[in-house]
């Protein structure tokens, strides 16, 4: 490839008022205005790198200054290297001398991370013409571990371990790439059973996503032990006793009460509690896991899981039985694909990515179909989130029919937003934004 030099970053702080509808609500984030930490990169080139981090609203203009300050150590860059050496690239952006102090790779700089990287990846995904998947799929095993930094995760997963689990996957993969061409991407549902909707609309909802073919379900609990047993009685009532059904207190709980908490929601025929506690503890999780695992309900967590080590002891603490890995909470598609190789080396725990934010079904939905290919080669207890909310806002938006992901196709990582968006939807001077604060619809906090 020519090089091709990354002469510019612009950062927009990009919010939608899903707080207006409940959109997004949950036992902790009761009213969320989904948002994004969203950047483009400019090249030399006619090419741009479109990436961000996902935020709920308030804060987000903090994530877009960690965006800021990050991308001096982009700007200027040769494409062409950065790709030859991504390890060493995105160590530098983790491990910038005095920055690394405000992290190190977790929080707001961590986001800031995947907001680049993502972009970066859009990039390679471009320049090479395929989408981000399909340019992990073709990579040599050796290419791609090339990608990762495996400082801090080398105890759990080394390099000649990874490059193990790849090679040992290299047969089929072309079968299990036109398979999944085929017949699709499995997910499920959440945006029927958020928190904040009535048991009206939980009813309405559960009706609408069944009859476009949906077969799995996840709902919000942890506000009264009450409201959770009538609102899961009205959502088996719609779904049937044997769909998969899912719940998800969203760091709700202490460990004692989700353990006791959910044993009273066992009735429900559950297939796992995801983040019943605090998202940093990781005993605290197992503990909850070997309580819950003889009635049949695993534990689900990953989602604000700051780093590959933080996986790596999860893992290793047999602390979760569903690994959510996250596109825009760990530092971008390398990292995300070093805690894919984790899950496979600790017992092949299925990866069920968290999505469902602003353009995070878009992303996740590559990190996926790459799993399928050439880590696990299986669907079995592997469900991809899907939330139908904001995806017009996207250039090249998700397609799901019958309860699966259709695999994308357009070169990069699906993450561009279109124009017309940001125009209307950046935070506060967008004209969306704008007529909301104006009419007294929102008040543009």
Known sequence: MAPTKITGCIVKDLRFPTSLE?????????????????CILKTDSNLEGHGFTFTCGRGTEIVCTAITALSKLVVGQNLSAIFADFASFWRSLTSEDQMRWLGPEKGIMHLAVAAITNAVWDLWGKIEGKPVWKLLVDMTPE?????????????????????????????????????????????????????GYDDGKIRRRCKEVMAKGFTRFKAKVGGTLEDDVRRLTIIREEIGP???????????WDVEEAIDWMKKLAQF???????????DDILGHAEIARALNPLGIGVATGEHCQNRVMFKQFLMAKALQFCQ????????VSENVAVILMAKKFGDIPVCPHAGGVGMCELVQHLSVFDYICVSGTFESRWTEYSEHLHDHMVHPVKVRDCKYIVPQSPGYSSEVKATTLEDYVFPEGRAWK???AEGLHKGQ
Do not use: H
């Open 325 to 332: 890995i996250d596109a825009c909470r760990l530092g971008g």
């Open 143 to 195: 290419e791609l571990v090339n990608t990762i930094d495996f400082r801090y995760m080398s105890d759990g997963l080394s390099k000649e371990e990874a490059l193990t689990l790849l090679r040992r996957m290299e047969p089929g993969k072309q079968e299990r790439e036109r398979n999944i061409l085929r017949n699709g991407l499995p997910c499920y549902i959440t945006s029927f059973g958020w928190l």
């Open 435 to 437: 007529k909301l604060i």
């Open 242 to 252: 044997d769909a998969l059904l899912y719940v998800d207190a969203n760091q709700k």
């Open 269 to 279: 025929n559950l297939t796992w509690i995801e983040e019943p506690t605090s998202p």
């Open 22 to 38: 409940k959109d997004g609500s949950d036992a902790v984030n009761k009213e969320p205005d989904y948002s994004a930490g969203y």
